[in-house]
């Protein structure tokens, strides 16, 4: 049974992801962990030991009542008959990402799905800071980003963003081949370059692994040149294919890594129109080494 993880501030934001993840697993048993934490206005009252007490009950008991709502929205408008999902709650005296790390080893979790919005509401920022700090921080599983307002939609098509400077192990990738597999969705590898020219030994080493993993899911390499940003080509790319979801390796120096950099997340116009799947970094580095068996492709 998969068992995954949902941070919630029970905003609507917050409940898209609850929609979305229903939606994606509503065929798939799963135990659905809804999240919320909590910590008192201690600046405020970092004098008063009973004011901290009496705040801190406050704010936990508004954390569990909105938990108990949140459940019972949850019944009102999917119910179950068959039981398919297990939804538990957890309310937590913590700062959201050191609870999300520390219950993605507790709980064995195979994803993380949130809802995302613009810092202060403002488009043309990448997400709110808590979305890239848990993308930043969790590297055991996948962290799926819901946008605000993003109706949900069978993810037929799958973009892939890649440089292929990374060779990609079989369990990194493992979460996109899944999808892929699930939904009978087409793969579309999108390179994005910012002048067009052959690739290097070790890209072309690189894209022959992926072409190895993908051997039985039918799948397309774009390589498109980049306009203004790579995250502004992205845009522009997923839009005219249509795609319904965008996959990125979160690794240093890759795409993922590039955008989650604090300045640059202040500055990038790219609206986060899809959900977006960071892949953690598991296996090795950048360099393919001399040793590295080659896979046959009936052993993949």
């Not at 609850?18 to 509503?26: C, H, M, S």
């Not at 080893?105 to 995302?116: A, F, K, P």
């Amino acid at each position: 049974m998969k068992n995954i993880l949902i941070p919630t501030d029970f905003s609507e934001n917050a409940w898209n992801a609850v929609k979305y993840a229903i939606e994606l697993f509503k065929n798939e048993q799963c135990n659905i962990y809804l999240l919320n934490t909590y910590t008192p206005n201690i600046s405020a009252s970092r004098f008063m030991a009973t004011a901290v007490y009496e705040e801190k009950n406050t704010v936990e008991n508004s954390s569990k009542k909105g938990l108990i709502n949140l459940l019972r929205r949850i019944e009102k408008e999917y119910p179950d008959p068959a039981h398919i999902h297990n939804f538990k709650t957890i309310s937590s005296f913590s700062f959201l990402v050191d609870e999300v790390k520390e219950l993605v080893d507790d709980y064995n979790i195979q994803m993380v799905i949130l809802g995302t919005k613009g810092a202060s509401g403002v488009s043309e920022v990448f997400m709110g800071s808590n979305a890239v700090r848990i993308i930043k921080a969790v590297k055991k599983c996948p962290v799926l980003a819901i946008p605000e307002h993003f109706e949900y939609e069978t993810p037929k098509e799958i973009a892939f963003a890649t440089d292929f400077n990374r060779f990609y192990t079989l369990s990194e990738l493992q979460p996109l081949l899944e999808l892929a597999e699930t939904f009978e969705a087409v793969i579309r590898i999108v390179y994005v370059q910012n002048k067009i020219k052959a690739l290097t030994e070790v890209q072309q080493f690189n894209l022959n692994m992926l072409r190895r993993y993908l051997n039985t899911t039918e799948y397309y390499i774009h390589t498109i040149s980049e306009m203004n940003s790579v995250s502004n080509t992205l845009e522009v790319f997923t839009a005219e294919l249509q795609v319904h979801l965008l996959a990125m390796l979160n690794y240093q120096h890759s795409y993922m890594e590039r955008m989650t950099r604090e300045p640059i997340v202040k500055k990038m116009a790219f609206h986060t129109q899809l959900p977006l799947l960071v892949l953690p970094e598991m296996g090795i580095g950048l360099m393919p080494k001399k040793d590295i068996p080659v896979f046959s492709a009936n052993k993949l």
